[in-house]
């Protein structure tokens, strides 16, 4: 296998919030001027010290989503500069980001700028933090069960629920005020299903951060966007969009909308050129749910840290 061939197509899976660990990062913020250009710009526009708070936290900042967006976007582009310093003829035809992860996939296609990248995150971090401080939320992941097998379940309870992120065919999470799931948590154990909680702070992309939205439009207008230079799924259809006016919306709506993962990574999947998709995270995680596809080859993924060690 290799990645330095122009031959072989590439989609781009760009990982989002999810399981932070003290020291995330350190092995890449001061690797060369690229990646310190990187990690100085997410400190100096957030106004934070990222790179301690990822190696010393406490875990309690960490896990903070106005920490953790930034965080996670940082370590996914360092990689990506990386792997593309490392593979100088990488033919990247596609890509996609799982939430937050997306944003790191418009850097990667040149729709943004580094720093309208960060600038953007802060605010959408910050605006979050403040409707779910006001809008108490939680969430639940649950496997087994499909997109259409569980949304019948939550009408059929009459429970105010959203799917907040329809991962693949087996794999969903949901969202929504604590005490809603708590009920719907005993729904689902009725049903046989045995949902797991969720370390995070709000209940992201569902109708608790309705009132984030058009904070979302108002300051996206002012941000120049140009077009992706390759197809970029967005979460919220989970197809292209190439006019960066629509791109601009479909980020508003991604706060309260499903992130479709399953309808975009199943589109690569059986994209006739049959691509390589190569992970960026710290750990991998989002090749391994590629497991859930039928028709899916494992030999088909492969994470940026072993790709850089080849």
């Given at each position: 296998m290799t990645?330095d061939n122009?031959?072989?197509?590439v989609?781009l899976?760009?990982?989002?919030q999810g399981?932070?660990?003290?020291?995330?990062?350190?092995?890449?913020?001061?690797l060369n001027?690229?990646?310190?250009q990187?990690w100085?710009c997410?400190?100096?526009?957030?106004g934070?010290?990222?790179r301690?708070?990822?190696?010393?936290?406490?875990?309690?900042?960490?896990?903070?989503?106005?920490?953790?967006?930034?965080?996670?976007?940082?370590?996914?582009v360092?990689?990506?500069?990386?792997?593309?310093?490392?593979?100088?003829n990488?033919?990247?035809?596609?890509a996609c980001g799982?939430?937050?992860?997306?944003?790191s996939?418009?850097y990667a296609?040149?729709?943004?700028?580094?720093e309208t990248?960060?600038r953007?995150?802060?605010?959408?971090?910050?605006?979050?933090d403040?409707?779910?401080k006001k809008?108490?939320?939680?969430?639940?992941?649950?496997?087994g069960?499909?997109?259409?097998?569980?949304?019948?379940?939550i009408?059929?309870?009459?429970i105010?629920?959203d799917i907040?992120?329809?991962?693949?065919?087996?794999?969903?999470?949901?969202?929504?005020t604590?005490?809603?799931?708590s009920d719907?948590?005993?729904v689902?154990a009725?049903?046989?299903?045995?949902?797991?909680?969720?370390?995070?702070?709000?209940?992201?992309?569902?109708?608790?951060?309705?009132?984030?939205?058009?904070?979302?439009?108002d300051?996206?207008?002012?941000?120049?966007?140009?077009?992706?230079?390759y197809d970029?799924?967005?979460?919220?259809?989970?197809?292209?969009?190439i006019?960066?006016?629509?791109?601009?919306?479909?980020?508003?709506?991604?706060?309260?909308?499903?992130?479709?993962?399953?309808?975009?990574?199943?589109?690569?999947?059986?994209?006739?050129e049959?691509?390589?998709?190569l992970?960026?995270?710290?750990?991998?995680?989002?090749?391994?749910?590629l497991?859930?596809?039928?028709?899916f080859?494992?030999?088909?993924?492969?994470h940026?840290?072993?790709?850089?060690?080849m």
């Amino acid at each position: 296998m290799t990645l330095d061939n122009t031959s072989q197509p590439v989609v781009l899976l760009f990982s989002g919030q999810g399981n932070p660990v003290i020291g995330m990062g350190s092995d890449l913020w001061d690797l060369n001027s690229t990646t310190k250009q990187i990690w100085d710009c997410a400190s100096d526009i957030s106004g934070l010290d990222l790179r301690r708070l990822c190696l010393k936290g406490p875990m309690n900042r960490l896990i903070q989503t106005t920490v953790q967006q930034l965080a996670v976007t940082a370590i996914n582009v360092s990689l990506y500069s990386l792997c593309r310093e490392r593979f100088p003829n990488l033919r990247v035809t596609g890509a996609c980001g799982h939430s937050v992860g997306e944003y790191s996939a418009l850097y990667a296609a040149g729709a943004i700028s580094l720093e309208t990248l960060f600038r953007t995150l802060h605010f959408r971090a910050s605006t979050m933090d403040a409707v779910s401080k006001k809008q108490k939320g939680a969430m639940i992941a649950l496997k087994g069960a499909d997109y259409a097998t569980l949304s019948d379940i939550i009408t059929r309870s009459g429970i105010a629920l959203d799917i907040s992120c329809d991962n693949t065919p087996h794999q969903q999470v949901i969202g929504g005020t604590p005490a809603a799931l708590s009920d719907f948590a005993q729904v689902l154990a009725d049903e046989g299903y045995e949902p797991i909680k969720l370390g995070v702070s709000g209940a992201w992309h569902t109708r608790l951060m309705e009132e984030g939205v058009q904070l979302m439009r108002d300051f996206l207008a002012g941000q120049p966007f140009t077009s992706p230079a390759y197809d970029v799924l967005m979460n919220v259809t989970g197809r292209m969009e190439i006019v960066p006016e629509k791109i601009k919306e479909n980020l508003s709506l991604h706060l309260t909308h499903t992130v479709k993962w399953n309808d975009s990574v199943a589109r690569f999947i059986n994209h006739s050129e049959r691509p390589l998709f190569l992970e960026m995270s710290n750990k991998p995680y989002l090749g391994q749910m590629l497991n859930d596809f039928a028709g899916f080859n494992a030999e088909r993924v492969l994470h940026c840290r072993k790709a850089l060690e080849m």
